[in-house]
T-cell receptor
Framework: DSGVTQTPKHLITATGQRVTLRCSPRSGDLSVYWYQQSLDQGLQFLIQYYNGEERAKGNILERFSAQQFPDLHSELNLSSLELGDSALYFC????????????????FGPGTRLTVL | DAKTTQPNSMESNEEEPVHLPCNHSTISGTDYIHWYRQLPSQGPEYVIHGLTSNVNNRMASLAIAEDRKSSTLILHRATLRDAAVYYCILLGSSNTGKLIFGQGTTLQVKP
């Protein structure tokens, strides 16, 4: 158990709909990262928040948005869903941001499996 | 962040050592070498990281070439639980911590 929780575990929805994925980081971790894993694209970084502020952006579609709340939990919102959005969505957390000589490993949650029909 | 090259797949026998190679010929002097692995049906997990010197922890060892253009993750005694996809990732000093995953190496461990 990494200490990172994600809800829901599974989500089945239809094209055109909107969903929200939730992530609770490990206690004390300030950084939250979102990743998408699909069969054809592999693991892709989407976006990072640090202490409530967006810190880095990857291949995140405009239909997707995220935020980190004052209690440090994060939500990933996916709208106008398409079949191709079906994937595993992972959240990870780490104590800090940046690459330091000291320890800043990322702890991944179990993921949310999204199926768009 | 510089690119890494790993073999697509490797096989090992249980209880034997495994050496997983990673080439990163364009690595810069301040790039950290990180290894993560993803067990079946789980999220990735951190394995080890290093900068210049070889590193050991309870999971594995990381051997870094003197010119830093390659590195090797060493599992000293493979178990069936070590069957996973192993990712070698470089993080530049200006990186915020985000991980850019390549294809990784799928390790199969035979009993």
């Amino acid at each position: 158990d990494s200490g990172v929780t994600q809800t829901p575990k599974h989500l089945i929805t239809a094209t055109g709909q909107r969903v929200t994925l939730r992530c609770s980081p490990r206690s004390g971790d300030l950084s939250v990262y979102w990743y998408q894993q699909s069969l054809d694209q592999g693991l892709q970084f989407l976006i990072q928040y640090y202490n409530g502020e967006e810190r880095a952006k990857g291949n995140i579609l405009e239909r997707f948005s995220a935020q980190q709340f004052p209690d440090l939990h994060s939500e990933l919102n996916l709208s106008s869903l398409e079949l191709g959005d079906s994937a595993l969505y992972f959240c990870a957390s780490s104590p800090r941001t940046g690459v330091l000589s000291s320890y800043n490993e990322q702890f991944f949650g179990p993921g949310t499996r999204l199926t768009v029909l | 962040d510089a690119k890494t090259t790993q073999p697509n797949s490797m096989e090992s026998n249980e209880e034997e050592p495994v050496h997983l190679p990673c080439n990163h010929s364009t690595i810069s002097g301040t790039d950290y070498i990180h290894w993560y692995r993803q067990l079946p049906s789980q999220g990735p997990e951190y394995v080890i990281h290093g900068l210049t010197s070889n590193v050991n922890n309870r999971m594995a060892s990381l051997a870094i070439a003197e010119d830093r253009k390659s590195s090797t993750l060493i599992l000293h005694r493979a178990t069936l639980r070590d069957a996973a996809v192993y990712y070698c990732i470089l993080l530049g000093s200006s990186n915020t911590g985000k991980l850019i995953f390549g294809q990784g190496t799928t390790l199969q461990v035979k009993p």
